[in-house]
């Protein structure tokens, strides 16, 4: 069972930035992809950002060239920088892990971003 904490959301001010983290349970060698995604209200739940263990990222289109995500194995953990916030990037935001063996998709309880504008 892989356990993941997020921390980092808050309430910012449209193009203010945030930085998510979460910190996995597991060692980083159980667990092949790490991610973030989010669910506003009425809507359902869409990827952010991916990494896997390579480095090899992907991205919403919507986010690309002001999210990055990045991760430290040692750490157990996954980062989400947010620059240039947007009222519409609004959400709940989870993280989430798929292990290596067998890819058993693990979620965070979440933590909301709250961008005013």
């Known amino acids: 069972q892989v356990q993941l904490v997020e921390s980092g959301g808050g309430l910012v001010q449209a193009g203010g930035s945030l930085r998510l983290s979460c910190v996995a349970s597991?060692?980083?060698?159980?667990?092949?992809?790490m991610g973030w995604y989010r669910q506003a209200p009425g809507k359902q739940r869409e990827l952010v950002a991916s990494?896997?263990?390579?480095?090899?990222?992907t991205y919403q289109d919507s986010v690309k060239g002001r999210f990055t995500i990045s991760r430290d194995n040692a750490k157990n953990t996954v980062y989400l920088q947010m620059n240039s916030l947007k009222p519409e990037d609004t959400a709940v935001y989870y993280c989430?892990?798929?292990?290596?063996?067998?890819?058993?998709?693990?979620w965070g309880k979440g933590t909301l971003v709250t961008v005013s504008s």
């Open positions: 989430n892990a798929k292990t290596v063996v067998f890819g058993i998709n693990y």
């Open positions: 990494i896997v263990s390579s480095g090899s990222t």
């Open positions: 597991e060692s980083a060698p159980r667990i092949n992809t």
